[in-house]
C-alpha cells in the first residue's frame, strides 16, 4: 500500500480526505447505507485510510423527525485528477473536504470546461427535481 500511495504522490495524483456523513431513523440503515456509499466510493478512487466512527443518536435532527442516528466516516484518498475530484464531491457529497495534496496543480482548459458543464449539468437536475435552480435578480 505504501508503494501505491508513494507513486500516486509523484505522479501528483490528487490527495484528499473527506468527511461523510449519513443519518437515518434507524442505526442499522444508517451504518448498512454508510457501507454501500464508501465502498461505491472505492470504486472510483483510491481510498487508502478509512476511519468509521460509531454511530451517534441525535435528538430532533428535523422539525419532524424527533431522533435519528448519524454514522460518520472519514477517508484519505487519490483522484487523477481536478474533475474526478469534483465529480467525486458532487455525487458522494462529503459534509468536508480537505485537499492534502499536491500544492500546486495546472488545470488545462478542456479539464475546467468539463468541470463546469458537470456542475451546470447538476444544477439543471435539481431545477427539474423542483428542489432548486439558479437565483436570477432584477435590475432596478
Request: with cysteine; aromatic share 6%; proline share 4%.
Amino acid at each position: 500500500m505504501k508503494e501505491e500511495i508513494d507513486k500516486k504522490r509523484k505522479e501528483e495524483w490528487i490527495e484528499s480526505w473527506f468527511m461523510i456523513e449519513v443519518m437515518a431513523v434507524d442505526e442499522k440503515v444508517a451504518t448498512e447505507a454508510l457501507e454501500k456509499h464508501i465502498e461505491k466510493l472505492g470504486k472510483e478512487a483510491f481510498i487508502y485510510e478509512k476511519l468509521v466512527q460509531e454511530p451517534v443518536k441525535v435528538e430532533n435532527p428535523t422539525p419532524r423527525i424527533k431522533e435519528a442516528y448519524s454514522r460518520i466516516c472519514e477517508v484519505k484518498l487519490f483522484t487523477k485528477d481536478i474533475e474526478s475530484l469534483v465529480r467525486l464531491v458532487m455525487l458522494y457529497g462529503p459534509a468536508a473536504v480537505e485537499i492534502l495534496g499536491p500544492k500546486k496543480k495546472a488545470v488545462s482548459m478542456e479539464e475546467m470546461q468539463n468541470i463546469s458543464n458537470n456542475i451546470a449539468g447538476v444544477m439543471h437536475q435539481f431545477a427539474s427535481a423542483g428542489v432548486g435552480g439558479m437565483v436570477i435578480t432584477p435590475t432596478k
